[in-house]
């Protein structure tokens, strides 16, 4: 199978050369050129598998350049660093209400399941072309610390992730600037996520800086994060009650879109899931187009759910492009008029099956309290604005997206119950080595000339 850009002007790439590129040369993003289609037959047959099976089930569609063999080991690998024997496991709080658990990864958020994956896709890589690699990408929380721990130690890479500059919780910077491995750069930026994600946009078009430091991405701009992602939409839907499995929602905290869209394109490969809502923060752009057709770029307000605090969805643009029939030239239009005017007005425009719900931080903590006084079940800021607003026509399924114990002060004001967790407990005694940069290009290229492989 070849991958091609979303903005239709550079060449159609295998799947490993499309993740080693990450961000195609025309600024577009990689997206199959076709995609699978899975009927009943394929879902019976995948219903009993293990997670790391049906991984390999399905990726296999895409991966078409790696021996079989080889794949599956890679898979496996990416998996056993799970602390729950679910992988992903479903918690069902009511008749109506479940929360899928996304958070039993090594860095306790849903990133854990394409990232360990991603890491070892990267290591393979260097070790059958005899390269290095370094790896770049800009995190809000939840996702420099899942490509950090996806890249620990491996030979041949150093990885460089952009964060705003205390706007994560102090524990996702713990995860990212205390791991003490040689190859790991944690680069504090003085700006917001949108900053340090516009500045990395820029670096990866620079091709000739791309190429002399074999420059690959992370962020969900990265092809194999999405598809990674698209397993546990599907090892979920195989594990709801038959009874209500065609008629259940799935509830989606999302900034990036890069995890609501995986579940969105899985539906596309003929998985019957009913619907999708797309729960924001109160930085909800997302929330804004999703009912009213506008989408357009407000101020970003640091919120309780950091990891949230996103203007610029990235994945948008792979919505767009399916949405629109594949239609290159008007992504091109589309996307142009945004970077120009900070906006796009969409005319008649298609929602498909996705409705979306907004959350501010003055509801937050009742959210959490609320959900703690009636099931006993604790829920971190991100998966609490998941709650805002559900459903009340048929069940739903909510992604939690991070554990509790990642944001202890929000939990204990709240419901005066500290979560904890042994791996962010062994991080508080370890110093912290960051990097303070600008939220330039010109200050990133210059580190990572200074400090790549």
Known sequence: MLFTSTRGQTP???????????????????????????????????????????????????????????????????????????????????????????????????????LQLLGNLYGHQCTMRGQTINVLGATSGDTGSAAIHGLL?????????????????????????????????????????????????????????????RLSAVNSINLARVLAQCVYYLYAYLRLPAATRAETEFVVPT???????????????????HSFKVATNQNDILYRLFTTGDYRVSSVAPSLAPSMDIQVSSNFERFLYLSLGRDAAKVREVMATFKTTGGYKFQNFDRDTFSASRCTD???????????????????????????????????????????????????????VEPKDPSLEALKQRPIKKYLLKADAASIRAFIDSHGV
């Open 12 to 114: 159609a790439l295998s799947f490993s050369d499309a993740v080693a590129t990450g961000l195609a040369p025309d600024g577009g993003l990689y997206l199959p050129e076709t995609l699978p289609q899975f009927g009943a037959a394929d879902l019976a047959r995948f219903e009993p598998l293990t997670y790391a099976e049906l991984c390999f089930e399905f990726l296999k569609h895409f991966a078409t350049d790696i021996e079989p063999t080889t794949l599956r080991e890679l898979i496996a690998r990416s998996y056993t660093t799970f602390s729950h024997p679910d992988i992903a496991p479903i918690v069902r709080l009511d008749e109506r209400t479940s929360v899928l658990e996304l958070f039993h990864g090594p860095t306790l958020a849903f990133k854990d399941f394409a």
């Open 153 to 213: 130690g491996k030979p041949g890479t150093a990885i460089f992730i952009l964060y705003p500059d205390g706007r994560t919780s102090p524990l996702q910077e713990r995860q990212m600037a205390c791991t003490g491995a040689v190859n790991v750069y944690a680069i504090a930026v003085d700006g917001s996520f949108d900053d340090a994600q516009a500045s990395l946009k820029e670096i990866f078009a620079d091709q000739d800086f791309r190429m002399r430091h």
């Open 255 to 273: 900034g990036n879109f890069g995890n609501v869209l995986a579940g969105w394109m899985l539906q596309k490969m003929g998985v019957p899931i």
């Open 362 to 416: 003055a509801q937050i903590p009742g959210i959490i309290q609320s959900v703690y006084q009636r099931y006993g079940y604790v829920v971190d800021p991100h998966t609490a604005c998941g709650f805002a607003d559900l459903a009340k026509d048929r069940p739903s399924l909510i992604l939690a997206t991070a554990s509790p114990a990642k944001f202890p002060d929000t939990i204990i004001s709240a419901i005066e």
